[in-house]
């Protein structure tokens, strides 16, 4: 990896406990801007454990997270928000706010930005016209504009996922943590999603973190870092993912996740979600080697 | 048994009924009946002196019929009607305004991590005065406030509204900030993790998911409303109360049981307005 001066995110000896849990015992990490990299690990290895001392919202037992070269446990209140500002996050799911129309979540890619009468002027009557153009913007881009006035609440799993990136897109962040965005939607949507993600890091130059599930997902990925028991265990390009790695990564795990050799052989009968496609399609993604 | 020893003992199955599970709760539960009796005693209560009295409350009753259907009665009782519904319905909705800022400030949100002791201290003192704030008034009983604004502003519904107004702020209060802060979590740590101030996260992330719950709390706080509002009149606060203790003074017990009847027919129907009321918002 080619360094930039200023890494995007560094971690060292970072450790955190919550009473006798060890979710991160020890990290020393360093990303670099504009890298793509796929964490993966069982349940409870502390991948969000990782996006959450990133984003401070845990405190640390021990030892420094640097994003963008500043100490994000030593940031003032407004440096904070500053810093988060640059942050942006999709989950899982629920990361919207329901009761809220979809244009108005998207809206709150920017609420950092907002002084105090900004804020009770946005609540009360919405985004300005300038504001709602590049929401509407953005919803073209994820192929949702014409909801822009809907609950979001009414959408389906998968088309709210699409609204969060709408939000990351207004938002334009130069980090980008995406916490397993994949795991509740439909392979279709999931690449979808993937795709757009990926889009929307080359066009910021912006640094992605995706937490994984799917190891085969992650294979795309140019660099692959694993966790286990809050400890890094691998952290390469994913050619050197080896069946003997993934065991100990995954271990004790009901469901053993498909080693490098099996992923090129045909799919499974089984039809597990993101596998089939990705065999096929690996091209599609236009990813870019670094 | 009349089975060979080599048998194993058959374990009984718990019933349904609940029944303490540890060892200290079978102590709580023998503390709590041994508090429930010594109330008995210390209370006078006497199941045998309330059968007794039932010959005199079915004199009283009896006294009550026919009810007092007189043209000047049922216009007082229509006036007292409306103005007890008037004073229970601003009470409800003064209070959950007066609730909101004060429940705001009241919610706890996360800690302010890497922060000293002292910012942390400062801080938090807000929290702590709206808190102590809904307390005082949720504590004072409605007819207690009402007391005091009759002493302050003298007799008339004024005083009760405020009266209801003020305990209903301290009851809402109470109730809008637990409903603040246990709202799904995820929403707002998202707005935290970009970059959202608290005020920013409780407006965008916590008052949307919380304004059905809230709503439907108000609507139930009416109806507890015009059940105090019917008797603040007994210390001159205004509402139906205040002609019930008239008639009551003056044994005119067939214009008490007008007052009584209509009473319980305003009630009934602020409980059925207020259940279609949260049927709706409850779910939002």
């Not at chain 1, 964490?39 to 640390?60: N, Q």
């Not at chain 2, 005020?199 to 439907?216: V, Y």
């Not at chain 2, 706080?221 to 009551?248: D, H, K, P, T």
């Not at chain 2, 009847?261 to 918002?281: E, K, M, P």
Request: charged share 20%.
């Amino acid at each position: 990896m080619t360094s930039r001066g200023t890494a995007a995110v560094a971690l060292e000896e970072v450790e955190v406990t919550f009473g006798a849990v060890r979710a991160l015992a020890g990290v020393s990490r360093v990303v670099e801007r504009g890298e793509r990299v796929a964490v993966i690990g069982a349940s409870g290895a502390g991948k969000s454990t990782l996006f959450d001392v990133l984003t401070r919202a845990v405190p640390l037992r021990r030892g420094r997270v640097l994003v963008e070269g500043q100490d994000i446990m030593a940031l003032g209140s407004r440096e904070l928000r500053a810093a988060r500002r640059r942050i942006g996050v999709i989950y899982q799911a629920y990361g919207l706010v329901p009761q809220l129309s979809v244009g108005m979540n998207v809206a709150l890619g920017e609420v950092a930005d907002l002084s105090g009468t900004a804020t009770l002027r946005m609540f009360a009557r919405g985004p300005g016209p300038a504001t709602s153009a590049r929401i509407v913007a953005a919803l073209e881009r994820v192929g949702l504009s014409d909801r822009v006035a809907d609950r979001v609440d009414n959408l389906s799993g998968g088309q709210q996922q699409r609204v969060a990136v709408a939000r990351l897109l207004l938002q334009s962040p130069s980090l980008i943590l995406a916490d397993e965005p994949l795991s509740a939607v439909d392979p279709v949507t999931g690449r979808r999603v993937l795709g757009a993600l990926l889009e929307l890091a080359a066009e910021q130059d912006a640094t992605l973190l995706v937490n994984l599930h799917d190891v085969a997902l992650a294979r795309s990925f140019p660099r692959v870092v694993a966790l286990v028991g809050g400890q890094v265990a691998f952290d390469g390009p994913p050619a050197d993912l080896s069946a003997e790695v993934l065991t100990e990564i995954y271990a004790g795990e009901p469901l053993d996740p498909v080693p490098a050799e099996a992923a090129d052989r045909e799919p499974s009968p089984l039809g597990r979600p993101g596998l089939p496609l990705l065999t096929h399609d690996r091209e599609g993604y236009g990813l870019r080697a670094r | 048994m009349a089975f060979a020893p080599a048998e194993p003992p058959v374990r009984r199955i718990p019933p349904a009924l609940p029944r303490p599970r540890t060892p200290v709760g079978s102590l709580v539960l023998l503390v709590a009946i041994g508090a429930t009796g010594l109330s008995v005693y210390g209370t006078e209560f006497d199941l045998v002196e309330l059968v007794a009295g039932a010959g005199p409350i079915e004199r009283f009753v009896l006294q009550m019929f026919p009810p007092d259907l007189s043209m000047i009665t049922l216009r007082k009782t229509g006036q007292g009607v409306v103005e007890t519904f008037q004073m229970s319905l601003l009470g409800a909705v003064i209070g959950g305004v007066l609730a909101l800022p004060l429940a705001a400030i009241g919610t706890a949100d996360a800690p302010t991590l890497g922060a000293s002791r002292i910012v942390r201290l400062v801080g938090a003192a807000p929290y702590h005065l709206a808190r102590l704030v809904l307390n005082v008034f949720r504590s004072i009983p409605d007819i207690l406030w009402a007391l005091v604004f009759v002493v302050a502003l003298g007799l008339g519904p004024f005083p009760g509204t405020l009266a209801l107004a003020v305990h209903s702020a301290g009851v809402l209060g109470k109730l809008f900030s637990e409903t603040l802060e246990t709202v799904p979590q995820r929403p707002v740590e998202a707005l935290r993790a970009i970059g959202a101030s608290r005020l920013q996260r409780l407006m965008f992330g916590r008052l949307p998911q919380a304004a059905g719950s809230c709503l439907s709390l108000t609507m139930y706080q009416w109806e507890c409303n015009i059940r105090s509002a019917a008797i603040l009149g007994f210390v001159g606060a205004g509402g139906i109360g205040q002609e019930i203790l008239i008639a009551m003074n003056l044994f005119d017990y067939p214009r008490v049981a007008t007052l009584t009847g209509a009473t319980i027919l305003a009630v009934l129907l602020v409980d059925r307005l207020s259940a279609a009321g949260r049927r709706r918002f409850a779910a939002a």
